[in-house]
């Protein structure tokens, strides 16, 4: 999905709009002004960074390609975000490998940065590194959120760090929502089985906290099949789940889930 | 009696390029049958290393250079290898991370099921296949029958562990190592994993070592924890101590930092507690205590000489200047 939003891919079918436009219809101008306002940070920051090229030309490069202000203007925007991310001075000409995972993640960052954009689309930015360095980055993307006016699409497999950086959450299952909600509604009134047994599965991170409420059950299917795709799983299923998928459907404001049985189990 | 595993002053040291290191520099620890050990720490902190210094597998560049193994109260650095052979799979037996590299691509799950036993166990393939079925039955799959005339690649992650617990299981070994056995899954498989393991130490009074960098999996599943931190143990003790009562700044650290035990939601200044810097490098450690440069609460004392693991409270094991000595 991310890679659809930066358009590295093309849908089959539906639109994505971006402040009202349809980005599959930009022109290439269109598009690239668009692209300068919506950047990624990936989550591994040993193959997403050039290894021949040093931290501070990585980081000026998107300016170098706008051919956005002169040098010294380009040198001086890179050393303050550095700064900013908390890269030092004397760290600019390193290369990556020189760099812990962490601080490389703080080079991404910064690079995806460097264009001013509205939009960040962080894919995975903590889950390659270690914890002690997870809520280093989990911190320094908050900070910069407050400080820039930052909006995030936030993609994480770990429901713990969902928690602590999202507003709102939406659960996808086989390439589709299954519930979309406040933060606080997802985790006190989960609505779709899914994310029940998701929230159940996640260890408390507390000994004394072990049991679990919900038992966990089966894989994945395979795709492609009739009905819901979490059928196979389910223990609230019913004969309708077999032969229909459910729709996202709207529960108030800010509720969506996508169950037969919604909101009366 | 002895305890299963009794793990005294261990050094394992790998020569490289750069230098020689010392990936396991000094770790004693203890292990009784029916308990499962945690071992946590970051990458790099000798954690993997020290699961193969056991299993005596660790790379060609590497060697034991001190301490001892003992397992049943035989030291496995004094057996040969032929010995060791012996108890590796039918004794010690050991899950890896990546369930798909660890299984051969082009054998069918049975047949790779069955060696193990047919190696350990004297038996004829058709009677060591027909082990396997039962094996696979007791980890969890549903159609055994089916599945061992499978290759690796037709299984998903979950079905690959599982095919892998029970080669590990196929022997009946006495201690399971398990390496990051969930860190390749998703959470809701990672579940049913973790369960499974604990059912089958359960059943079999089997010790259990768990490695992993995931403090919410030890808070699940561990007994007890030993926090490792740059090749050395810096705290060991029961993992309510370590979750309620941890000792060492690092071990602080860690436990304050999960996103877990942070208040929920992103409202504004809800910042998570951090340790500062980075995991320092085996090729040029801090001089005196290897948490030096990083702890909030060190003193000048601290960078002169290297704290020693010292049983701080009964059962509490700390390495940390703090702390004044022993109990006893």
Redesign the interface.
């Known amino acids: 999905m991310a890679r659809l939003i930066i358009r590295l891919e093309r849908p089959d079918a539906g639109n994505i709009y971006y402040k009202g436009d349809d980005i599959n219809s930009f022109s290439a101008a269109q598009l690239k002004s668009y692209r300068g306002n919506v950047q990624m940070i990936f989550q591994d920051p040993y193959s997403s960074l050039n290894p021949r090229k040093s931290a501070v030309s990585i980081i000026r490069e998107p300016l170098t390609i706008r051919k956005i202000g002169d040098k010294n203007e380009r040198d001086e925007m890179v050393m303050q975000l550095m700064a900013k991310v908390g890269l030092s001075k004397e760290q600019a000409n390193r290369y990556p490998h020189e760099f812990s995972g962490g601080q490389r993640q703080r080079i991404g960052i910064a690079r995806a940065l460097v264009l001013k954009p509205e939009l960040i689309i962080a894919d995975e930015p903590v889950s390659a590194l270690d914890v002690s360095i997870q809520a280093q980055i989990l911190n320094l993307l908050k900070e910069l959120k407050h400080d820039f006016g930052l909006t995030y699409l936030f993609i994480s497999h770990d429901l713990n760090v969902i928690r602590n950086m999202s507003d709102r959450i939406a659960v996808m299952y086989l390439g589709k929502i299954v519930e979309l909600a406040a933060n606080r509604d997802i985790y006190s009134t989960p609505m779709h089985p899914y994310t029940r047994m998701l929230l159940s599965a996640v260890p408390s991170g507390d000994p004394k906290n072990k049991n679990r409420t919900l038992s966990i059950k089966g894989e994945a299917r395979n795709e492609g099949e009739k009905g819901c795709n979490f059928q196979n799983r389910c223990s609230y299923k019913i004969d309708i789940c077999a032969q229909e998928e459910p729709p996202l459907k709207r529960y108030d404001q800010q509720r969506f889930c996508a169950c037969h049985r919604g909101g009366s189990i | 009696m002895p305890r299963l595993l009794e793990i005294k002053d261990l050094r394992t040291v790998f020569d490289t390029a750069k230098g020689r290191i010392s990936a396991v520099d000094g770790v004693t620890l203890g292990l009784n049958s029916g308990d499962t050990l945690g071992i946590v720490g970051?990458?790099g902190c000798g954690k993997t290393m020290l699961a193969l210094s056991i299993m005596r597998l660790i790379p060609a560049n590497g060697k034991i250079v001190n301490g001892e193994i003992l397992f049943s109260g035989q030291d496995l650095l004094k057996i040969s290898s032929e010995e060791m052979r012996k108890k590796r799979g039918s004794e010690i037996a050991m899950v890896f991370q990546e369930p798909m590299t660890s299984l051969n691509p082009v054998l069918r799950v049975g047949e790779q099921i069955a060696e193990s036993i047919r190696l350990h166990q004297k038996l004829h393939t058709k009677e060591a296949l027909a082990l396997s079925i039962d094996q696979l039955r007791e980890v969890g799959i549903d159609d055994p029958e089916k599945l061992i005339r499978d290759y690796p690649h037709q299984l998903?992650g979950?079905?690959r562990q599982r095919v892998m617990i029970a080669m590990a299981m196929s022997c009946h070994p006495q201690l399971l190592l398990a390496d990051e056995p969930t860190t390749a899954l998703?959470?809701?498989?990672?579940?049913?994993i973790l369960?499974l393991i604990s059912t089958l130490k359960e059943k079999n009074n089997m010790a259990v070592i768990l490695i992993t960098?995931?403090?919410?999996?030890i808070?699940?599943a561990?007994k007890h924890v030993a926090v490792m931190y740059a090749g050395k143990i810096v705290e060991n003790s029961t993992?309510?101590n370590i979750?309620?009562h941890p000792l060492h700044p690092y071990t602080r650290?860690?436990i304050e930092?999960?996103?877990?035990?942070?208040a929920?939601?992103?409202d504004?200044g809800?910042?998570?507690?951090?340790?500062?810097g980075?995991?320092p490098s085996l090729y040029n450690l801090p001089a005196g205590c290897r948490f030096f440069d990083r702890c909030t609460s060190a003193q000048k004392e601290c960078n002169k000489e290297e704290p020693v693991l010292k049983e701080i409270e009964e059962g509490h094991f700390v390495s940390c200047w703090k702390y004044p000595g022993n109990i006893n």
């Open positions: 970051e990458s998903s979950g079905m998703d959470v809701t498989i990672q579940a049913q369960d960098h995931d403090l919410g999996i808070a699940q561990a993992v309510e979750f309620d650290g860690l930092s999960m996103p877990a035990r942070c929920a939601s992103s504004k809800n910042y998570l507690k951090t340790i500062p980075n995991v």
